[in-house]
């Protein structure tokens, strides 16, 4: 009677744990089901981790978890900044390399017919005071000619297309140091002086024509320092004396810090951003720009991933720094995103050459033009404290950095056909009028 009794009960313990495998099994084939399909479950996952596959899904779910182990950053989303509430719309050019005015009339042409309302453009040091201190003739070729034709020729065309000028002022040239480019071609110069005689000259030229300037750029991270470590003070003093010296020539422009770069790094020739800035901050930065300036890379994951490790690189990383300039009573100030973008780098087949560690990230040209759109929505949504988000980059004038994973940024290509990202951000803007 008690064998009886006891396989009566084992039978019952089998058809239980049957019942819960089945039940695990039909979920699990559910939840399968719903991924492949990008059904209401791949949503809410693509929503938190940026991520389009199922195993990076589930790896992202768990790392997302981990929010609620960690002091998250304190943004103040009730502090709206007033240089945060401007059309967002930007993007970066290189229309010096256009030896062709025609082309560079065209650039701005479909860079305006796409709806984008700001270019940020680079003033190289080195391309306008060439030879020396003080002379700003081009004698690179015969005849001379005055080093500010092409930029003047800019300034008329953006202003013919109704395109506001976020104007980069950095690239020294080689006689700004004893050394010349030996130290590293981005190596600041010797006497901090000449670079602000050269941020005045630009200034002065276009008064009332460029109101916006940014001083340097990537000033955490190799090789924008040159060959020397990185250094938040010494960045910090050529910011506030270029920025005393630009509100002399016109009170109202509106100085943008030198672009921060996302890096986790700390080796001497990198320095994590957010200790660069608080470094910063120390040095007494607070007080020299207008607009704190960051890179806003997406890299290996979507604009939608809501991972906020700090040592995690993705879309959403300036909320650390935000973090960083509300503790610093800094919060009245935006954040403009200098470069943003995802590379649809061939893979080695296409474009050999370029190691997997240089992709960036890849993506797909239809994710970059999906990804794009949705990256300025989402600064629309959750960040007030952001205002220009600038694309990296429009076009590049010929197709000799083909073997460079950088040149895949681009929006258009030399012979100015058009990538989808291009109409997806036409038909975005068209929707969402900045």
């Known amino acids: 009677m008690n064998s009886i009794h006891r396989f009566s009960s084992l039978r019952r313990r089998w058809r239980v744990a049957a019942t819960i495998l089945l039940v695990i099994a039909l979920l699990g084939a559910a939840l399968v089901a719903d991924l492949l399909a990008h059904g209401l479950v791949w949503q809410a996952l693509w929503n938190l981790t940026g991520e389009e596959m199922a195993p990076g899904q589930i790896r992202g779910f768990l790392e997302w978890t981990g929010n609620f182990t960690r002091r998250l950053p ?34 701005l042409a479909m860079i305006a017919d796409a709806g984008f309302h700001w270019i940020r453009q680079e003033f190289p040091w080195e391309d306008i005071e060439i030879h020396g201190r003080g002379d700003f003739e081009d004698r690179r070729n015969d005849p001379p000619r005055s080093a500010w ?14 395109l506001e000028i976020q104007a980069r002022l950095s690239t020294p040239p ?56 990185v250094d938040p003070v010494a ?12 509100k002399e020539v016109d009170p109202t422009i509106v100085v943008i810090s030198g672009a921060i770069a996302p890096t986790a790094a700390i080796d001497g020739r990198n320095m994590t951003d957010v200790i660069f800035l608080q470094r910063m901050y120390d040095a007494g930065a607070g007080d020299c720009f207008d607009v704190l300036a960051v890179n806003g890379y997406g890299l290996r994951s979507g604009p939608t991933d809501r991972r906020m490790r700090p ?29 943003m973008n995802w590379n649809p780098v061939p893979d080695e087949a296409a474009a050999p050459g370029i190691a997997d560690r240089d992709r960036f990230g890849r993506v797909t040209e239809e994710q970059q033009a ?11 949504q959750e960040w007030p404290w952001v205002g220009v988000i600038n694309y990296w980059y429009f076009k590049p004038a010929s197709d000799a950095d083909r ?30 009028p900045g």
């Open 74 to 107: 304190d943004t103040r989303p009730d502090i709206i900044p007033a240089l945060a509430q401007v059309n967002p719309y930007g993007i970066n050019t290189f229309l010096q390399q256009e030896v062709e005015p025609e082309k560079r009339a065209r650039q």
């Open 149 to 162: 034709e092409k930029y003047d020729n800019i300034v008329d065309l953006a202003g013919q297309y109704g």
């Open 174 to 229: 080689a006689w700004s140091r004893a050394a010349g480019d030996q130290g590293g071609t981005f190596a600041p110069p010797d006497d901090i002086q000449d670079f602000v005689n050269y941020a005045v000259a630009v200034a002065g030229r276009y008064r009332g024509r460029i109101r916006y300037y940014q001083v340097w750029n990537e000033p955490n991270i190799y090789p924008e320092w040159g060959e020397a470590a």
């Open 235 to 246: 960045y910090t003093d050529l910011l506030c004396r270029t920025y005393r010296a630009l």
């Open 311 to 339: 040592m995690n690189i993705n879309y959403g990383r300036n909320q650390w720094i935000r973090d960083i300039m509300v503790q610093n009573g800094d919060a009245d100030a935006p954040i403009w995103i200098s470069e």
């Open 370 to 380: 999906r990804w794009v759109p949705l990256a300025y929505e989402r600064a629309r």
């Open 403 to 432: 073997n460079q994973s950088f040149y895949y940024f681009r929006m258009v290509e030399p012979d100015f056909t058009t990538l989808p990202v291009y109409d997806a951000m036409r038909d975005y803007i068209a929707a969402h």
